[in-house]
């Protein structure tokens, strides 16, 4: 079974400052990662993915992310901060075979004026 | 325009009533899955299915039940035997198959409030 964690359940940075939210999995098959944003009372909405090709994948929005196996982590980066990116961050994680997907707790990202 | 759909966007309930939550895509997608979003806890799979007639329990599945009779509909009743129902509710779609990966595509959800 596959599972993700996300590290800190509310991230605080200036606007114009680097974002970084951060994503560990767990998986038994190799995964495929996924970084989505959900914005008030809506659904979620995709950013990026990654399916195993290139190990920085870009993204929607200037967002970007890393695969590192060796460190199970799939961190969410972007290097400047703008007001509309304040929003609710969900990694997940599932395997090759579509069995199920699993997504982390979410990081709500504040952006200070 | 394909798209995943769900309604109502909110739903009261009285205690003892079973609701049914309705989720349709035109997508053409295999699995379709439904998720609870309560504050702080992320999103909580409940149901998901790969085919048609065919369906599995997620981790929070006790006192919901699911159908899936047709490959674009897949509804979600909440009975009265879930005793905390108050949520957000996500109803998601993608493809599905070995080898054969689309990212999830997620309706706009429903917010059930028990009354």
């Known amino acids: 079974a596959q599972s993700v964690t996300q590290l800190g359940s509310h991230v605080s940075v200036s606007e114009g400052a680097l974002v970084l939210l951060r994503c560990n999995y767990s998986?038994?098959?190799?995964?495929?990662l996924f970084w989505y944003v959900q914005y008030p009372n809506q659904g979620l909405q995709l950013l990026l993915k990654?399916?195993?090709?290139?190990?920085l994948v870009k993204g929607i929005n200037g967002f970007e992310a890393e695969f590192k196996k060796s460190e199970t982590s799939f961190h969410l980066t972007k290097p400047s901060a703008h007001m509309s990116d304040a929003a609710e961050y969900f990694c997940?994680?599932?395997?090759?075979?579509?069995?199920?997907?699993?997504f982390g707790a979410g990081t709500r990202l504040t952006v200070k004026p | 325009d394909g798209g995943i759909t769900q309604s109502p966007k909110y739903l009261f309930r009285k205690e003892g009533q079973n609701v049914t939550l309705s989720c349709e895509q035109n997508?053409?997608?295999?699995?379709m899955y439904w998720y609870r979003q309560d504050p702080g806890q992320g999103l909580r799979l409940i149901y998901y299915?790969?085919?048609?007639?065919?369906?599995q329990k997620g981790d929070i599945a006790e006192g919901y039940s699911v159908s899936r009779e047709k490959k674009e509909s897949f509804p979600l009743t909440v009975t009265s035997a879930q005793k905390n129902p108050t949520a957000f509710y996500l109803c998601?779609?993608?493809?599905?198959?070995?080898?054969?990966?689309?990212?999830?595509?997620f309706g706009q959800g429903t917010r059930l409030t028990v009354v």
């Open positions: 997940a994680v599932s395997g090759y075979n579509n069995n199920d997907m699993r």
């Open positions: 998986s038994s098959v190799p995964p495929y």
């Open positions: 990654y399916t195993s090709a290139a190990t």
């Open positions: 997508l053409n997608h295999d699995a």
């Open positions: 299915s790969q085919i048609v007639n065919d369906f």
């Open positions: 998601a779609s993608h493809l599905a198959g070995e080898g054969h990966w689309t990212e999830a595509f």
